[in-house]
């Protein structure tokens, strides 16, 4: 997530930026070797999709036992 303090203009051409390069054949191909697939999203979609993953996974972690070591 991006800083509080870094301008939304900054965080929008960052964004703009990161969905060109995902457009580009060379790395829609490196993805999709990985078996991933790109997903250009807005800076507010990837904010709430980060935050909701936090929510699902936290509870998951912490009834595991995992810890950083």
Known sequence: MPS????????????????????TPEMKAVLQGQGAEPMPMSSQQISKMVNEDYVKWKGIVEASGATIE
């Open 4 to 23: 509080p303090r870094t301008p939304q203009s900054v965080v929008d051409l960052i964004n703009r930026r990161v969905d060109e390069l995902l457009a």
